[in-house]
């Protein structure tokens, strides 16, 4: 089964992040370098950038050349956002890093991760205190479980109906079904949670059209 990335398939689902955040300038995605997300030209560019950089800060901008994912800075770019984009080696990079993100009290600046973070030990759990001790919202893409550790919002493909057709799957194929002949399937379905005491007490009021775009909103 193929899961999509709802969120960032498009500007016209990614432009929600600017309802959510209306204040919104810059979005700061962090990559895990052991993965197969980081392919080994963006680890190079990355790696290259450090070592020539004379400001010191490992992230990368959009505007830049060697940015590794070109078409999320587009999208960042189609939405007048900026995009800054960091590549980490383990947890203590990581949160070395997250030191030059930009921090305010307007919500002009967002952390949104992707899932590449759970194969590092402690990258989770170091993107939560983060967030939670500087009061830059965090924003995790395509992992809605995330708004339970302190993410103000989190939009996905629907796992819970993947998880269902898979299981129809494997009974089918238990049942004497070939497994040649399963057909793929794609799943389209979006799923999103909203933390809304956490979007308040970072001083956000997200309008009630934006709250009901949600399929969970947690008081």
């Given at each position: 089964?193929?899961?999509?990335?709802p969120f960032?398939?498009?500007?016209?689902?990614?432009?929600?992040?600017?309802?959510?955040?209306?204040?919104?300038?810059q979005?700061?995605?962090?990559f895990?370098?052991g993965?197969v997300?980081?392919?080994?030209?963006?680890?190079?560019n990355?790696?290259r950038?450090?070592?020539?950089?004379?400001?010191?800060?490992p992230?990368?901008?959009?505007?830049?050349p060697?940015?590794?994912?070109?078409?999320?800075?587009?999208?960042?770019?189609i939405?007048?956002?900026?995009?800054?984009?960091?590549?980490?080696?383990?947890e203590?990079d990581?949160?070395w890093?997250?030191?030059?993100?930009?921090?305010g009290?307007?919500?002009?600046?967002?952390?949104?991760p992707y899932?590449d973070s759970?194969y590092?030990?402690?990258?989770?759990?170091t993107?939560?205190?983060?967030?939670?001790?500087?009061?830059?919202?965090?924003?995790w893409?395509?992992?809605t479980e995330a708004t339970r550790?302190?993410?103000v919002?989190?939009?996905?493909?629907?796992?819970?109906e993947?998880?269902?057709?898979?299981?129809?799957?494997?009974?089918?194929?238990l049942?004497?079904?070939?497994?040649?002949s399963?057909?793929l399937?794609?799943?389209?379905k979006?799923?999103?949670?909203?933390?809304?005491?956490?979007a308040?007490?970072?001083?956000?009021?997200?309008?009630a059209?934006?709250?009901?775009q949600f399929?969970e909103?947690?008081?």
């Open positions: 089964m193929v899961l999509t990335l960032t398939q498009s500007y016209k689902h990614f432009r929600f992040i600017r309802k959510l955040f209306p204040d919104l300038k979005v700061w995605v962090p895990y370098e993965t997300f980081c392919h080994p030209q963006m680890r190079s990355h790696r950038h450090r070592n020539g950089n004379n400001s010191s800060s992230w990368i901008s959009g505007t830049s060697s940015v590794g994912y070109r078409s999320l800075a587009d999208l960042c770019y939405i007048g956002v900026d995009y800054q984009e960091f590549v980490y080696r383990d203590e990581l949160r890093g997250l030191e030059f993100v930009a921090r009290s307007s919500c002009s600046n967002i952390l949104m899932n759970v590092c030990a402690g990258a989770p759990s993107v939560a205190r983060f967030a939670d001790e500087s009061g830059v919202p965090l924003f893409n395509n992992n550790i302190g993410a919002a989190a939009i996905s493909g629907c796992f819970r993947a998880g269902i057709a898979t299981g129809k799957m494997t009974a089918s194929i049942d004497g079904v070939k497994p040649r399963v057909q399937l794609t799943s389209t979006t799923y999103g949670s909203l933390n809304l005491a956490r308040r007490s970072l001083g956000l009021e997200p309008t059209q934006v709250v009901a399929d909103v947690i008081h």
